[in-house]
């Protein structure tokens, strides 16, 4: 089946730190890849996609590169920033006919001033 | 840049109530689903829309369950009889089309709580 694992938080960083959220997919066929944020109180907002392999989604400074050899979505940004203390939720949309997407349980980062 | 509403935004009943979440997809979209978030865990899909019917939808879209798009712009979801499990955030999304290229857009989401 499909499904989308990622590393377990939360995270703490400094401000500037370096930061990466691992996420690895199973799935059948070539599913779109997909970074989703959620700051506190709010709803979801797509921050970045790949739609096939060896795609870089990037926004925000954020970016994330479609493995398929190893199966994995990781999120990297050089520089984090308080603002950026959201959950992340790594997710997949098989390519099927009705596409429901399919999410990890979610990385909640705090950044420290 | 359109956007998904959805409403309420808070959403407060008693268990056994009857519930409908309201959502406007983004106008020329063709596709709609519900997804629900419980407090502190991962969204889950509920079920998806297509041509005024239920193209797919997951166990926990039971008898319980309804959707309906009523007139065209709006595309609501019914619980009949709520439950404390039903406590959760609930996200409507639409899309415009079923390929590769597009994106689904999710809006704010509901917050229901089950006394």
Known sequence: ?113 | EPEVTQTPSHQVTQMGQEVILRCVPISNHLYFYWYRQILGQKVEFLVSFYNNEISEKSEIFDDQFSVERPDGSNFTLKIRSTKLEDSAMYFCASRERLVVQETQYFGPGTRLLVL
């Open chain 1, 1 to 113: 089946g499909n499904s989308v694992t990622q590393m377990e938080g939360p995270v703490t960083l400094s401000e500037e730190a370096f930061l990466t959220i691992n996420c690895t997919y199973t799935a059948t066929g070539y599913p779109s890849l997909f970074w989703y944020v959620q700051y506190p109180g709010e709803g979801l907002q797509l921050l970045l996609k790949a739609t096939k392999a060896d795609d870089k989604g990037s926004n925000k400074g954020f970016e994330a590169t479609y493995r398929k050899e190893t199966t994995s979505f990781h999120l990297e940004k050089g520089s984090v920033q308080v603002s950026d203390s959201a959950v992340y939720f790594c997710a997949l949309s098989p390519l099927n006919r009705d596409d429901k997407i399919i999410f990890g349980k979610g990385t909640r980062l705090h950044i420290l001033p």
